[in-house]
T-cell receptor, first 112, second 115 residues
Framework: QKEVEQNSGPLSVPEGAIASLNCTYS??????FFWYRQYSGKSPELIMS????GDKEDGRFTAQLNKASQYVSLLIRDSQPSDSATYLC????????????FGSGTRLLVRP | DVKVTQSSRYLVKRTGEKVFLECVQD?????MFWYRQDPGLGLRLIYF???????EKGDIPEGYSVSREKKERFSLILESASTNQTSMYLC??????????????FGDGTRLSIL
């Protein structure tokens, strides 16, 4: 059973701090990794994708991938109250070009 | 921008009813997906389709069926609704090539309650 694990949180950080969200996965053959943000009652929206080891930066967001250790993380710099949401990690499946396995998400709270 | 539209945001149905959830995408994507999302369980794949009239079971297909008669439309059918199918249902799509290099784009979701 392929799995994606995330700490459910809530992760509480003060405004302006760095929020660090982590995700581990079990399928060594996974090639594509995505972070989605989901506000309460809304659908997931893509915020980052990463395909190779290392860091990928987009504005205040940095995704980090380490395939050898099978983890992917998301850093949010200068956190804002509007960043308060649930963050879902999604990982591709080696034996399917279509499927993603989603973690159950980490709830982030940014305190003003 | 990719637009995935689900026909209803909120739906209330009764046990035993046949329920249709509709999803339309406007980006000519080959692949379409139906998920359900429940607290603590994350998103679970019900069915997906990689072409017109083509479908594959996901992880939890029991009690559901799907229809894809046109490329842009993917329907989820609850054959005989039961209370354990009360959930948030999410439709998503990706272009050909799948998730190896393309993320999935989601609709706004349908919150379905079965009474």
């Amino acid at each position: 059973q392929k799995e994606v694990e995330q700490n459910s949180g809530p992760l509480s950080v003060p405004e302006g701090a760095i929020a660090s969200l982590n995700c581990t996965y079990s399928d060594r053959g996974s090639q594509s990794f995505f972070w989605y943000r989901q506000y309460s009652g809304k659908s997931p929206e893509l915020i980052m994708s990463i395909y190779s080891n290392g860091d990928k930066e987009d504005g205040r967001f940095t995704a980090q991938l380490n395939k050898a250790s099978q983890y992917v993380s998301l850093l949010i710099r200068d956190s804002q109250p509007s960043d308060s949401a649930t963050y879902l990690c999604a990982v591709s499946v080696m034996d399917s070009s279509y499927k993603l396995i989603f973690g159950s998400g980490t709830r982030l709270l940014v305190r003003p | 921008d990719v637009k995935v539209t689900q026909s209803s945001r909120y739906l209330v149905k009764r046990t035993g009813e046949k329920v249709f959830l509709e999803c339309v995408q406007d980006m000519d994507h080959e692949n379409m997906f139906w998920y359900r999302q429940d607290p603590g369980l994350g998103l679970r794949l019900i069915y997906f389709s990689y072409d017109v009239k083509m479908k594959e079971k996901g992880d939890i297909p029991e009690g559901y069926s799907v229809s894809r008669e046109k490329k842009e439309r993917f329907s989820l059918i609850l054959e005989s609704a039961s209370t354990n199918q009360t959930s948030m249902y999410l439709c998503a799509s990706t272009p050909m090539g799948g998730t190896s290099n393309q993320p999935q784009h989601f609709g706004d979701g349908t919150r379905l309650s079965i009474l």
